[in-house]
């Protein structure tokens, strides 16, 4: 089979080639518009785009467009989005965002540093958005920057200039309806992840604070007592503080023998959003100027903006009889009387975590929390150890859940992925009728 060279790879013969230029309608930058007022309208931005593709409405800014300046900025369907300033080293720009009829019907402008582009009738809009995007992921637009005082520009001369390929309108539209559908499904997948992640949230602010019992039921109000310090807690439950030393023992000197290798885990390997961990390294240790802990406790990161940021992590295994991490964190070792897990669900939830970070102490940038607000100052109701995990329980089985979506959206990326390297270069032909 004969080929042909482009910018996302080699294309079967039996597919044309076409550059962007030659079926641009609109090609043009947008506008940052002034101060919202009665009139603001949403402003798409580059932090609306993300790495696969999409464009996520969830954070839209809103901006003041004169009538004349919305009429010539205001986004149609099909249209195609692409960031063409801004990003850094580890982020390059060009990523790219397809404008949906229910978008354009929520009448959208664009900011500067975004590009729009409508294309005429020849060649199908969704298909060029997943050959923009294959670009992406290739690496292309990386090499098509340019950088001034720290701002990356994308080459849009050399863009709109690239070879991309154009196989027949019919099998456009069949490739574009494949990979819609499999962003589709992810799309759905991640509704599901969403909504198990809500429903955790609103479980936790619930069986944590004794309002809800473990069977899903609600306490009614002559089950709960009136405590001086947190108010209403549910009777058989004991207001203490999370250092109480029937709780946890904070920050524990554990032995250990210089020179041997132990689990490491450095701040980078604790997960944002109270995530857990992503890795563990192995070390040499040779001093004891870290922070140690055992299987069963927690890591607590405590300074900004790592503790802002949610980096908690209840350490449920390690290879070493003792681990070594960050002095930047808290340790915290749960007594027998505790289910271990249910002082990290305290330690994340909303109540306990935000009150920690607002007790931060020392200058700005470098402020943290002082380990001792968590033995005086801060308290939380205790049911007894069968109930704490009956209470873990019914709260992590979203985890697993949430797990098993997050590993499904994996194997529809890496599907999505194999499916873009074949089909937009023919490698893999389709049926035309579908």
């Given at each position: ?57 969830s954070d839209i800014a ?306 943290r929390i002082p380990w ?63």
């Open positions: 089979m004969m080929e042909k060279q482009t910018k996302i790879g080699t294309v079967c013969n039996d597919f044309d080639t076409f550059q962007l230029k030659s079926v641009l309608v609109k090609n043009d930058a947008g506008d940052w518009g002034s101060e919202p007022d009665d009139r603001a309208i949403g402003v798409i931005r580059s932090t609306n785009f993300n790495n696969n593709g999409k464009l996520d409405l809103h901006r003041t467009l004169s009538e004349k300046k919305f009429k010539e900025k205001k986004l149609f369907a099909d249209d195609i989005l692409i960031e063409r300033s801004g990003g850094s080293e580890t982020q390059p720009v060009g990523r790219v965002g397809f404008v949906t009829e229910e978008m354009a019907n929520t009448d959208y402008a664009f900011a500067n540093f975004i590009q729009r582009i409508s294309l005429n009738d020849e060649i199908n809009p969704k298909f060029v958005y997943f050959c923009l995007q294959q670009m992406y992921e290739m690496g292309v637009t990386a090499g098509m920057q340019s950088q001034t005082t720290g701002i990356r520009n994308l080459d849009w001369k050399q863009y709109v200039k690239v070879s991309l390929p154009q196989p027949s309108p019919d099998e456009q539209t069949a490739i574009a309806n494949i990979l819609s559908k499999v962003d589709e499904a992810i799309a759905s997948v991640q509704g599901s992840i969403a909504a198990a992640e809500r429903l955790k949230k609103s479980l936790m602010q619930n069986l944590l604070t004794g309002r809800m019992k473990p069977d899903g039921t609600l306490r009614k109000e002559d089950e709960f007592y009136l405590d001086e310090k947190f108010g209403r807690v549910p009777l058989g439950w004991e207001v203490k503080t999370i250092g109480d030393k029937d709780v946890c023992k904070i920050n524990p000197v554990y032995k250990y023998k210089k020179k041997e290798v132990y689990d490491f885990i450095p701040m980078e390997a604790i997960k944002e959003n109270f995530e857990g961990v992503d890795y563990v390294e192995k070390q040499i240790i040779d001093n004891g100027s870290y922070t140690r802990f055992k299987a069963g406790d927690i890591l607590f990161a405590k300074i900004t903006p790592c503790s802002e940021n949610g980096k908690v992590a209840y350490i449920d295994h390690i290879d070493s009889e003792v681990g070594f991490a960050s002095t930047e964190f808290i340790v915290f070792h749960p007594t027998e009387n505790v289910d271990g897990r249910f002082v990290y669900l305290l330690l994340s939830s909303g109540n306990v975590h935000k009150l920690a970070i607002s007790l931060m102490e020392g200058t700005t940038g470098r402020q001792k607000i968590f033995r005086n100052r801060i308290f939380v109701p205790m049911p007894d150890k069968v109930e704490q995990t009956k209470i873990v329980d019914k709260i992590l089985a979203f985890d697993k859940q949430i797990k098993e979506n997050n590993n499904k959206i994996a194997v529809l990326e890496r599907l999505k992925k194999s499916l873009m390297q074949n089909l937009l270069t023919g490698k893999v032909r389709v049926n035309n009728k579908i």
